[in-house]
Protein backbone atom coordinates (compact mmCIF):
# COMPACT_ATOMS: atom_id res chain seq x y z
CA UNK A 1 0.00 0.00 0.00
CA UNK A 2 1.33 3.56 -1.19
CA UNK A 3 1.37 5.85 1.57
CA UNK A 4 2.25 9.81 1.24
CA UNK A 5 3.48 11.20 4.46
CA UNK A 6 4.32 14.74 4.45
CA UNK A 7 6.31 15.59 7.29
CA UNK A 8 4.67 13.63 9.86
CA UNK A 9 1.80 15.75 8.81
CA UNK A 10 -1.84 15.01 8.28
CA UNK A 11 -1.62 14.28 4.92
CA UNK A 12 -2.47 11.22 3.27
CA UNK A 13 -2.98 9.49 -0.31
CA UNK A 14 -3.77 6.37 -1.68
CA UNK A 15 -2.39 4.63 -4.53
CA UNK A 16 -3.06 5.27 -8.18
CA UNK A 17 -5.85 4.67 -9.25
CA UNK A 18 -5.27 3.18 -12.54
CA UNK A 19 -2.64 1.07 -12.00
CA UNK A 20 -4.39 -0.12 -8.07
CA UNK A 21 -7.96 -0.65 -9.94
CA UNK A 22 -7.82 -2.69 -13.05
CA UNK A 23 -11.16 -2.75 -13.56
CA UNK A 24 -11.41 1.11 -13.81
CA UNK A 25 -12.59 2.45 -16.83
CA UNK A 26 -11.56 6.03 -17.48
CA UNK A 27 -12.92 6.30 -20.77
CA UNK A 28 -16.41 4.20 -20.82
CA UNK A 29 -19.60 4.97 -18.65
CA UNK A 30 -20.96 3.16 -15.39
CA UNK A 31 -24.39 2.69 -17.86
CA UNK A 32 -21.96 0.81 -20.63
CA UNK A 33 -20.15 -0.96 -17.76
CA UNK A 34 -23.73 -1.88 -16.05
CA UNK A 35 -25.10 -3.48 -19.11
CA UNK A 36 -22.29 -5.20 -20.11
CA UNK A 37 -21.95 -7.04 -16.33
CA UNK A 38 -25.90 -7.50 -15.97
CA UNK A 39 -25.37 -9.68 -19.51
CA UNK A 40 -22.39 -11.42 -18.40
CA UNK A 41 -23.63 -12.41 -15.25
CA UNK A 42 -26.92 -14.10 -16.66
CA UNK A 43 -29.39 -15.93 -14.49
CA UNK A 44 -27.14 -15.76 -11.39
CA UNK A 45 -29.08 -14.40 -8.39
CA UNK A 46 -28.97 -10.41 -7.97
CA UNK A 47 -31.81 -9.18 -5.78
CA UNK A 48 -34.08 -11.16 -3.33
CA UNK A 49 -36.71 -9.26 -1.39
CA UNK A 50 -36.37 -10.27 2.29
CA UNK A 51 -40.10 -9.73 2.93
CA UNK A 52 -41.45 -11.06 0.35
CA UNK A 53 -38.90 -13.82 -1.00
CA UNK A 54 -39.33 -12.91 -4.73
CA UNK A 55 -36.22 -13.27 -6.64
CA UNK A 56 -34.64 -11.57 -9.84
CA UNK A 57 -31.35 -12.28 -11.75
CA UNK A 58 -29.09 -10.33 -13.55
CA UNK A 59 -30.65 -10.98 -16.94
CA UNK A 60 -34.17 -10.21 -15.10
CA UNK A 61 -33.08 -6.46 -13.98
CA UNK A 62 -31.48 -5.93 -17.28
CA UNK A 63 -34.79 -7.05 -19.15
CA UNK A 64 -36.40 -4.83 -16.86
CA UNK A 65 -34.15 -2.09 -16.64
CA UNK A 66 -33.82 -2.00 -20.42
CA UNK A 67 -37.75 -2.58 -21.20
CA UNK A 68 -38.42 0.92 -18.44
CA UNK A 69 -35.75 3.26 -20.25
CA UNK A 70 -37.26 2.69 -23.42
CA UNK A 71 -40.99 3.22 -22.23
CA UNK A 72 -39.56 6.63 -20.57
CA UNK A 73 -38.05 7.46 -23.60
CA UNK A 74 -41.05 6.81 -25.62
CA UNK A 75 -42.79 9.29 -22.88
CA UNK A 76 -39.98 11.66 -23.74
CA UNK A 77 -37.81 11.60 -20.78
CA UNK A 78 -34.09 11.96 -22.15
CA UNK A 79 -31.23 13.86 -20.95
CA UNK A 80 -31.44 16.94 -19.07
CA UNK A 81 -34.86 15.52 -16.97
CA UNK A 82 -35.10 14.38 -13.88
CA UNK A 83 -37.61 11.40 -12.71
CA UNK A 84 -37.91 10.89 -9.11
CA UNK A 85 -37.92 7.55 -7.16
CA UNK A 86 -39.54 7.61 -3.71
CA UNK A 87 -40.07 4.37 -2.83
CA UNK A 88 -38.53 1.22 -0.48
CA UNK A 89 -36.24 -1.17 -1.90
CA UNK A 90 -38.03 -4.01 -4.52
CA UNK A 91 -36.96 -5.81 -7.83
CA UNK A 92 -38.72 -2.95 -9.77
CA UNK A 93 -37.31 -0.30 -7.73
CA UNK A 94 -33.70 -0.63 -8.52
CA UNK A 95 -34.82 -1.49 -12.47
CA UNK A 96 -36.36 1.96 -12.48
CA UNK A 97 -33.76 3.02 -11.07
CA UNK A 98 -31.61 1.84 -13.72
CA UNK A 99 -34.04 2.22 -16.30
CA UNK A 100 -34.14 6.05 -15.57
CA UNK A 101 -29.96 6.25 -15.60
CA UNK A 102 -29.92 4.51 -19.18
CA UNK A 103 -31.77 6.88 -20.61
CA UNK A 104 -29.17 9.56 -19.73
CA UNK A 105 -31.70 11.43 -17.51
CA UNK A 106 -30.92 11.55 -13.82
CA UNK A 107 -32.68 9.83 -10.90
CA UNK A 108 -33.64 11.66 -7.78
CA UNK A 109 -33.40 9.77 -5.04
CA UNK A 110 -36.49 11.68 -2.72
CA UNK A 111 -35.97 10.18 1.23
CA UNK A 112 -39.06 8.61 1.94
CA UNK A 113 -39.77 10.81 4.71
CA UNK A 114 -39.65 13.72 2.88
CA UNK A 115 -42.81 12.57 0.51
CA UNK A 116 -44.69 15.49 1.29
CA UNK A 117 -41.63 18.17 0.24
CA UNK A 118 -40.78 16.44 -3.33
CA UNK A 119 -41.80 19.99 -4.88
CA UNK A 120 -39.95 21.49 -2.67
CA UNK A 121 -37.07 19.54 -3.29
CA UNK A 122 -37.13 19.38 -6.48
CA UNK A 123 -38.01 23.25 -7.03
CA UNK A 124 -36.84 24.84 -10.50
CA UNK A 125 -36.08 21.46 -11.97
CA UNK A 126 -37.43 19.66 -14.95
CA UNK A 127 -39.14 17.02 -13.03
CA UNK A 128 -40.84 14.22 -15.63
CA UNK A 129 -41.90 11.45 -13.78
CA UNK A 130 -42.55 10.44 -9.96
CA UNK A 131 -42.46 6.33 -9.18
CA UNK A 132 -43.26 6.13 -5.41
CA UNK A 133 -44.12 3.06 -3.19
CA UNK A 134 -47.88 2.49 -2.52
CA UNK A 135 -47.72 3.61 1.17
CA UNK A 136 -46.46 6.81 0.19
CA UNK A 137 -48.54 7.56 -2.82
CA UNK A 138 -51.31 9.80 0.07
CA UNK A 139 -48.48 12.55 0.68
CA UNK A 140 -46.81 12.29 -3.24
CA UNK A 141 -49.93 13.22 -4.68
CA UNK A 142 -49.97 16.36 -2.42
CA UNK A 143 -46.92 17.49 -3.25
CA UNK A 144 -46.56 16.15 -6.27
CA UNK A 145 -49.94 18.21 -7.49
CA UNK A 146 -47.68 21.33 -6.25
CA UNK A 147 -45.61 21.11 -9.53
CA UNK A 148 -45.53 22.70 -12.73
CA UNK A 149 -46.01 21.19 -15.20
CA UNK A 150 -47.29 18.38 -13.73
CA UNK A 151 -45.08 15.03 -14.16
CA UNK A 152 -46.41 11.58 -14.97
CA UNK A 153 -47.20 9.80 -11.48
CA UNK A 154 -47.04 6.03 -10.70
CA UNK A 155 -46.72 3.41 -8.47
CA UNK A 156 -43.84 0.89 -8.22
CA UNK A 157 -46.15 -1.60 -9.12
CA UNK A 158 -46.54 -3.32 -12.34
CA UNK A 159 -50.10 -3.34 -12.40
CA UNK A 160 -50.01 0.63 -12.18
CA UNK A 161 -52.32 1.55 -15.05
CA UNK A 162 -49.96 4.40 -16.06
CA UNK A 163 -46.52 2.06 -14.95
CA UNK A 164 -47.59 -0.96 -16.96
CA UNK A 165 -47.45 0.75 -20.17
CA UNK A 166 -43.71 2.00 -19.62
CA UNK A 167 -42.64 -1.63 -18.13
CA UNK A 168 -44.29 -3.12 -21.55
CA UNK A 169 -43.27 -0.71 -23.99
CA UNK A 170 -42.37 -1.89 -27.89
CA UNK A 171 -39.84 1.06 -28.17
CA UNK A 172 -36.32 0.44 -28.85
CA UNK A 173 -33.96 0.88 -26.08
CA UNK A 174 -31.09 3.44 -27.26
CA UNK A 175 -28.70 3.37 -24.37
CA UNK A 176 -27.26 7.26 -23.62
CA UNK A 177 -24.06 7.47 -24.43
CA UNK A 178 -21.93 9.67 -21.59
CA UNK A 179 -19.98 12.59 -22.92
CA UNK A 180 -18.14 12.66 -19.90
CA UNK A 181 -17.95 10.29 -16.55
CA UNK A 182 -16.56 13.37 -14.25
CA UNK A 183 -19.65 15.90 -15.23
CA UNK A 184 -22.63 13.93 -16.15
CA UNK A 185 -25.08 13.61 -13.23
CA UNK A 186 -26.35 10.03 -12.90
CA UNK A 187 -28.40 10.48 -9.65
CA UNK A 188 -29.56 13.18 -7.05
CA UNK A 189 -29.15 11.94 -3.45
CA UNK A 190 -29.98 14.27 -0.14
CA UNK A 191 -28.44 14.86 2.61
CA UNK A 192 -29.82 14.11 6.13
CA UNK A 193 -31.56 17.38 6.68
CA UNK A 194 -30.93 17.47 10.90
CA UNK A 195 -30.40 21.09 10.47
CA UNK A 196 -33.13 22.28 7.46
CA UNK A 197 -34.38 21.18 4.72
CA UNK A 198 -32.51 18.14 2.75
CA UNK A 199 -30.07 19.46 -0.02
CA UNK A 200 -29.62 17.50 -3.26
CA UNK A 201 -26.69 16.72 -4.26
CA UNK A 202 -25.14 15.72 -7.45
CA UNK A 203 -23.47 12.09 -7.93
CA UNK A 204 -21.96 11.36 -11.02
CA UNK A 205 -21.14 8.63 -13.79
CA UNK A 206 -17.80 8.11 -12.20
CA UNK A 207 -18.88 8.13 -8.96
CA UNK A 208 -21.23 5.59 -9.21
CA UNK A 209 -18.72 3.53 -11.05
CA UNK A 210 -16.32 3.99 -8.34
CA UNK A 211 -18.55 3.20 -5.57
CA UNK A 212 -19.14 -0.51 -7.11
CA UNK A 213 -14.73 -1.09 -8.16
CA UNK A 214 -13.85 0.25 -4.36
CA UNK A 215 -16.24 -2.17 -2.37
CA UNK A 216 -14.67 -4.60 -4.33
CA UNK A 217 -15.69 -8.14 -2.12
CA UNK A 218 -16.99 -11.63 -3.62
CA UNK A 219 -19.61 -12.23 -1.79
CA UNK A 220 -21.73 -15.18 -1.66
CA UNK A 221 -24.52 -12.86 0.07
CA UNK A 222 -24.92 -9.20 1.30
CA UNK A 223 -27.58 -7.87 3.41
CA UNK A 224 -29.09 -4.08 2.45
CA UNK A 225 -30.83 -2.77 5.03
CA UNK A 226 -30.92 1.13 4.80
CA UNK A 227 -33.29 2.67 2.53
CA UNK A 228 -33.04 3.05 -0.81
CA UNK A 229 -32.78 6.75 -0.69
CA UNK A 230 -29.16 6.19 0.88
CA UNK A 231 -25.68 5.89 -1.20
CA UNK A 232 -25.25 2.54 0.65
CA UNK A 233 -28.16 0.82 -1.66
CA UNK A 234 -26.88 2.00 -4.51
CA UNK A 235 -22.78 1.30 -4.50
CA UNK A 236 -23.57 -2.31 -3.02
CA UNK A 237 -25.66 -2.78 -5.80
CA UNK A 238 -22.97 -1.72 -8.24
CA UNK A 239 -20.95 -3.89 -6.38
CA UNK A 240 -23.35 -6.64 -6.98
CA UNK A 241 -23.33 -6.37 -10.41
CA UNK A 242 -18.94 -6.43 -10.49
CA UNK A 243 -18.88 -9.16 -8.69
CA UNK A 244 -22.07 -11.80 -9.16
CA UNK A 245 -23.70 -11.91 -5.48
CA UNK A 246 -26.85 -11.43 -4.60
CA UNK A 247 -28.49 -8.50 -2.66
CA UNK A 248 -30.40 -9.85 0.47
CA UNK A 249 -32.81 -6.57 0.94
CA UNK A 250 -34.79 -5.45 4.04
CA UNK A 251 -37.25 -3.12 4.44
CA UNK A 252 -38.12 -3.28 8.20
CA UNK A 253 -35.49 -1.51 10.65
CA UNK A 254 -35.68 -4.11 13.01
CA UNK A 255 -32.30 -6.08 14.81
CA UNK A 256 -34.93 -9.17 14.55
CA UNK A 257 -35.73 -8.62 10.92
CA UNK A 258 -31.75 -8.31 10.16
CA UNK A 259 -31.31 -11.58 11.95
CA UNK A 260 -33.67 -13.91 10.75
CA UNK A 261 -32.90 -12.84 7.15
CA UNK A 262 -28.88 -13.40 7.97
CA UNK A 263 -29.80 -16.93 9.40
CA UNK A 264 -32.39 -17.98 6.56
CA UNK A 265 -30.26 -16.91 3.30
CA UNK A 266 -27.18 -17.70 5.32
CA UNK A 267 -25.70 -14.14 4.74
CA UNK A 268 -21.80 -13.42 4.43
CA UNK A 269 -21.56 -9.75 4.29
CA UNK A 270 -23.25 -6.99 6.97
CA UNK A 271 -22.98 -3.19 7.21
CA UNK A 272 -23.92 -2.09 10.71
CA UNK A 273 -22.97 1.62 12.62
CA UNK A 274 -21.88 2.03 16.12
CA UNK A 275 -25.45 3.38 17.02
CA UNK A 276 -27.35 -0.32 16.24
CA UNK A 277 -24.51 -2.32 18.00
CA UNK A 278 -26.19 -2.10 21.51
CA UNK A 279 -29.40 -2.96 19.75
CA UNK A 280 -28.02 -6.36 18.85
CA UNK A 281 -26.36 -7.14 22.04
CA UNK A 282 -29.03 -6.23 23.80
CA UNK A 283 -31.62 -8.28 21.99
CA UNK A 284 -33.10 -10.95 23.85
CA UNK A 285 -33.64 -13.86 21.30
CA UNK A 286 -30.15 -13.41 19.59
CA UNK A 287 -29.00 -17.11 20.61
CA UNK A 288 -31.96 -18.01 18.32
CA UNK A 289 -30.86 -16.81 15.25
CA UNK A 290 -27.73 -18.80 13.40
CA UNK A 291 -25.14 -15.99 12.27
CA UNK A 292 -22.40 -18.60 11.51
CA UNK A 293 -22.77 -17.57 7.87
CA UNK A 294 -21.68 -13.57 8.44
CA UNK A 295 -17.69 -13.45 7.27
CA UNK A 296 -17.52 -9.93 7.19
CA UNK A 297 -18.84 -6.81 9.01
CA UNK A 298 -18.43 -3.25 7.59
CA UNK A 299 -18.70 -0.60 10.61
CA UNK A 300 -19.49 2.94 9.38
CA UNK A 301 -21.84 6.31 10.09
CA UNK A 302 -19.58 7.21 12.90
CA UNK A 303 -17.20 6.94 14.59
CA UNK A 304 -17.08 4.01 16.89
CA UNK A 305 -16.99 3.23 20.29
CA UNK A 306 -14.35 0.36 21.31
CA UNK A 307 -16.06 -0.77 24.41
CA UNK A 308 -19.70 -1.01 22.59
CA UNK A 309 -17.79 -2.31 19.32
CA UNK A 310 -16.32 -5.40 21.66
CA UNK A 311 -18.71 -6.11 23.25
CA UNK A 312 -20.53 -6.63 19.36
CA UNK A 313 -17.97 -8.63 18.79
CA UNK A 314 -18.10 -10.80 21.61
CA UNK A 315 -21.99 -11.54 22.40
CA UNK A 316 -23.25 -10.97 18.11
CA UNK A 317 -20.42 -12.83 16.37
CA UNK A 318 -19.10 -14.99 19.08
CA UNK A 319 -15.38 -13.26 18.58
CA UNK A 320 -15.57 -15.19 15.25
CA UNK A 321 -14.29 -12.04 12.85
CA UNK A 322 -13.43 -8.52 13.36
CA UNK A 323 -14.89 -4.96 12.18
CA UNK A 324 -13.93 -3.44 9.06
CA UNK A 325 -14.13 0.36 9.40
CA UNK A 326 -14.84 2.46 6.17
CA UNK A 327 -15.47 5.95 5.88
CA UNK A 328 -17.66 7.58 3.00
CA UNK A 329 -19.54 10.98 3.05
CA UNK A 330 -22.30 11.30 0.18
CA UNK A 331 -20.93 14.81 -0.79
CA UNK A 332 -16.75 12.76 -1.06
CA UNK A 333 -17.75 9.68 -2.32
CA UNK A 334 -19.24 6.53 -0.18
CA UNK A 335 -16.59 4.76 0.19
CA UNK A 336 -13.61 7.18 1.02
CA UNK A 337 -11.21 5.39 3.01
CA UNK A 338 -11.70 0.95 4.21
CA UNK A 339 -9.54 -1.14 6.24
CA UNK A 340 -8.58 -4.14 3.05
CA UNK A 341 -5.88 -5.77 4.44
CA UNK A 342 -5.19 -5.84 8.37
CA UNK A 343 -9.61 -6.09 8.51
CA UNK A 344 -9.97 -4.56 12.49
CA UNK A 345 -6.89 -4.72 13.15
CA UNK A 346 -6.94 -1.17 14.57
CA UNK A 347 -10.66 -1.29 16.30
CA UNK A 348 -11.73 2.28 15.73
CA UNK A 349 -9.77 3.62 12.55
CA UNK A 350 -11.78 4.16 9.65
CA UNK A 351 -8.85 2.93 7.22
CA UNK A 352 -6.61 4.30 4.94
CA UNK A 353 -7.71 6.35 1.52
CA UNK A 354 -8.59 4.67 -0.98
CA UNK A 355 -7.21 4.66 -4.64
CA UNK A 356 -7.15 8.08 -5.73
CA UNK A 357 -8.52 9.50 -2.60
CA UNK A 358 -6.41 11.90 -1.08
CA UNK A 359 -6.94 13.60 2.73
CA UNK A 360 -5.71 16.22 4.93
CA UNK A 361 -6.74 17.31 8.74
CA UNK A 362 -6.77 21.32 9.26
CA UNK A 363 -7.04 23.46 11.89
CA UNK A 364 -9.51 26.69 12.01
CA UNK A 365 -6.64 28.66 10.33
CA UNK A 366 -5.92 26.26 7.35
CA UNK A 367 -2.74 24.26 8.30
CA UNK A 368 -2.34 21.08 8.15
CA UNK A 369 -2.16 19.41 11.41
CA UNK A 370 0.40 17.46 12.88
CA UNK A 371 -0.24 13.28 12.74
CA UNK A 372 -2.41 12.63 16.08
CA UNK A 373 -4.15 15.64 16.43
CA UNK A 374 -7.46 16.44 15.58
CA UNK A 375 -8.88 18.82 13.03
CA UNK A 376 -11.18 18.74 10.16
CA UNK A 377 -11.10 16.41 7.39
CA UNK A 378 -11.05 17.30 4.01
CA UNK A 379 -10.82 14.76 1.34
CA UNK A 380 -9.79 15.26 -2.39
CA UNK A 381 -11.72 12.64 -4.56
CA UNK A 382 -12.80 11.58 -8.29
CA UNK A 383 -15.85 10.33 -6.62
CA UNK A 384 -16.70 14.13 -5.31
CA UNK A 385 -19.95 15.41 -6.23
CA UNK A 386 -19.94 18.38 -8.53
CA UNK A 387 -22.18 20.24 -6.60
CA UNK A 388 -25.40 21.20 -4.59
CA UNK A 389 -28.12 20.74 -6.56
CA UNK A 390 -29.44 24.35 -7.33
CA UNK A 391 -27.16 25.74 -4.78
CA UNK A 392 -24.68 27.68 -6.07
CA UNK A 393 -24.32 29.99 -3.08
CA UNK A 394 -23.24 26.37 -1.28
CA UNK A 395 -21.31 25.31 -4.06
CA UNK A 396 -18.55 28.55 -3.48
CA UNK A 397 -17.71 26.88 0.02
CA UNK A 398 -17.50 23.36 -1.42
CA UNK A 399 -13.96 23.05 -2.03
CA UNK A 400 -10.84 25.27 -1.37
CA UNK A 401 -8.52 26.21 -4.46
CA UNK A 402 -6.69 22.58 -4.11
CA UNK A 403 -9.69 21.05 -5.06
CA UNK A 404 -10.50 19.54 -1.58
CA UNK A 405 -13.61 19.11 -0.29
CA UNK A 406 -14.72 20.24 3.54
CA UNK A 407 -16.35 17.27 4.83
CA UNK A 408 -17.50 18.81 8.03
CA UNK A 409 -16.35 15.59 9.91
CA UNK A 410 -13.66 16.25 12.68
CA UNK A 411 -10.99 13.10 13.31
CA UNK A 412 -7.51 12.59 12.80
CA UNK A 413 -4.85 10.43 11.14
CA UNK A 414 -2.25 8.30 13.35
CA UNK A 415 1.86 7.73 11.87
CA UNK A 416 0.54 4.71 9.94
CA UNK A 417 -1.90 6.76 7.98
CA UNK A 418 -5.11 5.10 9.64
CA UNK A 419 -8.08 7.55 9.44
CA UNK A 420 -10.14 8.10 12.82
CA UNK A 421 -13.21 9.68 13.45
CA UNK A 422 -14.14 11.91 16.28
CA UNK A 423 -17.95 13.90 15.12
CA UNK A 424 -19.09 16.66 13.06
CA UNK A 425 -17.07 20.01 13.47
CA UNK A 426 -20.70 21.44 14.29
CA UNK A 427 -20.67 18.84 17.45
CA UNK A 428 -17.29 20.17 18.97
CA UNK A 429 -17.65 20.86 23.13
CA UNK A 430 -15.75 24.49 23.33
CA UNK A 431 -15.27 25.20 27.34
CA UNK A 432 -13.30 28.57 27.38
CA UNK A 433 -11.64 27.96 24.30
CA UNK A 434 -10.60 24.06 24.56
CA UNK A 435 -12.51 22.10 22.41
CA UNK A 436 -12.95 18.75 22.43
CA UNK A 437 -14.92 15.68 20.92
CA UNK A 438 -17.99 14.43 22.68
CA UNK A 439 -16.74 11.19 21.17
CA UNK A 440 -14.11 10.61 24.14
CA UNK A 441 -15.99 11.23 26.65
CA UNK A 442 -18.94 8.97 25.08
CA UNK A 443 -16.13 6.26 24.94
CA UNK A 444 -15.50 6.78 28.69
CA UNK A 445 -19.32 6.68 29.73
CA UNK A 446 -19.55 3.46 28.35
CA UNK A 447 -17.57 1.98 30.14
CA UNK A 448 -19.69 1.92 33.32
CA UNK A 449 -21.28 -1.20 33.74
CA UNK A 450 -25.18 0.17 34.10
CA UNK A 451 -24.76 2.61 30.90
CA UNK A 452 -26.10 0.77 28.03
CA UNK A 453 -26.43 3.90 25.64
CA UNK A 454 -24.84 7.32 26.09
CA UNK A 455 -23.99 10.25 23.81
CA UNK A 456 -22.89 13.58 25.12
CA UNK A 457 -23.90 17.14 23.46
CA UNK A 458 -23.16 20.63 24.38
CA UNK A 459 -25.21 22.86 26.67
CA UNK A 460 -24.63 26.89 25.79
CA UNK A 461 -23.07 28.54 29.16
CA UNK A 462 -23.15 32.46 29.26
CA UNK A 463 -19.21 32.67 30.17
CA UNK A 464 -18.27 29.25 29.39
CA UNK A 465 -19.59 29.04 26.31
CA UNK A 466 -20.54 25.07 26.12
CA UNK A 467 -20.78 22.65 29.19
CA UNK A 468 -20.69 18.88 28.01
CA UNK A 469 -24.15 17.06 29.09
CA UNK A 470 -24.51 13.02 29.17
CA UNK A 471 -27.86 11.57 27.77
CA UNK A 472 -27.74 8.47 29.41
CA UNK A 473 -29.43 5.10 28.79
CA UNK A 474 -29.29 2.49 31.68
CA UNK A 475 -28.98 -1.01 31.21
CA UNK A 476 -32.05 -3.02 31.87
CA UNK A 477 -32.40 -3.49 35.68
CA UNK A 478 -29.57 -1.15 36.54
CA UNK A 479 -30.09 1.17 39.58
CA UNK A 480 -27.35 4.37 39.11
CA UNK A 481 -27.38 7.83 39.45
CA UNK A 482 -26.67 11.01 38.06
CA UNK A 483 -24.09 11.21 41.35
CA UNK A 484 -22.72 8.00 40.81
CA UNK A 485 -22.02 8.57 36.83
CA UNK A 486 -20.32 12.08 38.02
CA UNK A 487 -18.54 9.85 40.49
CA UNK A 488 -17.23 7.29 38.05
CA UNK A 489 -16.61 10.07 34.99
CA UNK A 490 -14.91 13.35 36.74
CA UNK A 491 -12.51 11.72 37.90
CA UNK A 492 -11.34 10.08 34.22
CA UNK A 493 -10.77 13.33 32.50
CA UNK A 494 -9.18 16.56 32.64
CA UNK A 495 -10.68 18.86 34.33
CA UNK A 496 -11.92 20.70 31.35
CA UNK A 497 -13.65 18.02 29.92
CA UNK A 498 -16.15 17.17 33.21
CA UNK A 499 -19.45 16.95 32.60
CA UNK A 500 -20.11 20.58 34.12
CA UNK A 501 -23.50 19.80 32.24
CA UNK A 502 -24.94 17.27 34.17
CA UNK A 503 -26.29 13.84 33.58
CA UNK A 504 -30.03 13.47 32.36
CA UNK A 505 -31.69 9.78 31.74
CA UNK A 506 -33.35 8.76 28.87
CA UNK A 507 -35.24 5.14 28.13
CA UNK A 508 -33.90 5.50 24.62
CA UNK A 509 -31.79 8.13 22.73
CA UNK A 510 -33.18 9.49 19.50
CA UNK A 511 -31.86 8.37 16.41
CA UNK A 512 -31.97 8.35 12.37
CA UNK A 513 -32.97 5.45 10.80
CA UNK A 514 -30.03 4.06 10.19
CA UNK A 515 -29.18 4.39 13.84
CA UNK A 516 -27.01 8.04 13.76
CA UNK A 517 -27.74 9.59 17.21
CA UNK A 518 -30.10 13.28 16.63
CA UNK A 519 -27.48 15.30 18.52
CA UNK A 520 -29.32 18.72 17.94
CA UNK A 521 -32.41 16.86 19.47
CA UNK A 522 -30.64 15.93 22.61
CA UNK A 523 -29.39 19.65 22.19
CA UNK A 524 -32.69 20.91 22.10
CA UNK A 525 -33.09 18.79 25.58
CA UNK A 526 -30.84 20.18 27.05
CA UNK A 527 -31.95 23.43 27.06
CA UNK A 528 -35.46 21.94 28.85
Known amino acids: RILLKLMKMSHVKGPDLESSRPRFRSGTSVLQLLVEYLHNNGDATALVEGQTGKTASFADILQQSTAAAAGLQSAGVTAGDY ?11 YSLL ?20 IDELTQGHNVKAVFCSNVYMDSVKKSVSRISPPPLLASVDTEDPVLKPILTSHGKFSLYRVNDIYKHTAAILFSSGTTGVPKGIEIT ?106 DFLAKVMKGRLKLEGLYGITEGGPITTLDYNDAGAKLGACGRPNPGVEIKVIDDAGNIVPVGEMGEVWIKTPAAT ?19 FNSGDVGFVDDEGYIYLRGRA ?13 AELEDILQTHPAVQEAAVVSKPHPSDTHHPIAFVVRKLGADVTEEDILAFFNDKVEDYKRL ?7 DVLPRTIIGKVVRKTLRDYSLQ
Request: hydrophobic share 40%; aromatic share 14%.
Open 83 to 93: VVLCCDKSILA
Open 98 to 117: LGVMFTGATAVLNPTPHADI
Open 205 to 310: DVAVQLSGINFDYPFKSFLVASPFFWYSAIFTFVSACYNKYPIIMNNIPEVKENLRLTAKYQIEGWFISTGSMSRYTNEPDLNQFDLSSVARVFVAGENTISSVAE
Open 386 to 404: TGYWGRPDLNKRLFDHQGF
Open 426 to 438: GDLINYRGKKFSA
Open 500 to 506: RGGVRFL
